[in-house]
């Protein structure tokens, strides 16, 4: 299977309510590296790569989210990255 990778940008009511920390439970159950983090307009980023099944899998998990949150929209960006330089999944700051 082929290896792909997405830039996410994930919006709702996703800071404040332990979203980056589902991600990254998410992340690691699937496989999946790269990064995810807070952004200044109350969005977060997600740059997820892996297995195109567990990328496509993860995504789904993305629109549900931890208890608390509510996601609107998840719109797929053009990454200025690869994903290869990844060996786990980091929460940024």
Same mark, same amino acid.
């Given at each position: 299977?082929?290896?792909? $990778?997405?830039? #996410?940008? @994930? &919006? !709702?009511? *996703?800071?404040?309510?332990?979203?980056?920390?589902?991600?990254?439970?998410? $992340?690691?159950? #699937?496989? @999946? &590296? !790269?990064? *995810?983090?807070?952004?200044?307009?109350?969005?977060?980023?997600?740059?997820?790569?892996?297995?195109?099944?567990?990328?496509?899998?993860?995504?789904?998990?993305?629109?549900?989210?931890?208890?608390?949150?509510?996601?609107?929209?998840?719109?797929?960006?053009?990454?200025?990255?690869?994903?290869?330089?990844?060996?786990?999944?980091?929460?940024?700051?």
């Amino acid at each position: 299977m082929a290896r792909v $990778a997405k830039l #996410l940008k @994930i &919006t !709702g009511r *996703v800071q404040g309510v332990g979203y980056r920390y589902f991600t990254r439970k998410n $992340a690691d159950s #699937l496989g @999946i &590296t !790269g990064w *995810v983090r807070n952004m200044p307009d109350g969005s977060v980023a997600a740059f997820i790569c892996g297995e195109e099944y567990n990328v496509d899998t993860m995504e789904e998990r993305l629109w549900i989210g931890p208890r608390g949150a509510f996601v609107t929209e998840i719109v797929e960006l053009q990454p200025d990255e690869t994903g290869s330089q990844y060996s786990d999944f980091t929460v940024l700051r």
